[in-house]
């Protein structure tokens, strides 16, 4: 992997990864992020692609250690996520204010 790949693969993951999602969900983030980042968006259109996602989603899930290792990432992007958020809440940002 380049350095700019890992770069869109952070952009990407930081642009996925929700905190409502599910374990499955956030290893499916993480494979995404990481083949479009690798291949390019192109090859998320190959036939096929959603289903190699889902196996290998699956495979991150269902292994201790592997399925620690990517929570643990996702846990990363959700915090980083929140702390922008309110930082730039904190500074005014009225894109990020709530409406009441």
Excluded: W
Excluded at 21 to 28: F, G, H, I, R, V
Excluded at 47 to 66: K, Q, T, Y
Excluded at 83 to 91: A, L, Q, V, Y
């Amino acid at each position: 992997m380049t350095m700019q790949s890992l770069i869109n693969f952070q952009e990407k993951l930081g642009n996925l990864i929700e905190p409502t999602l599910t374990a499955k969900e956030l290893a499916e983030c993480i494979v995404i992020a990481a083949l479009e980042s690798e291949y390019g968006k192109s090859f998320t259109l190959n036939r096929g692609f959603a289903r190699m996602v889902s196996v290998l989603a699956d495979s991150i899930v269902a292994n201790p250690e592997l399925r620690r290792q990517a929570l643990a990432v996702a846990s990363t992007y959700i915090n980083h996520h929140r702390d922008n958020h309110t930082t730039n809440i904190g500074k005014g940002d009225s894109k990020n204010r709530a409406t009441g």
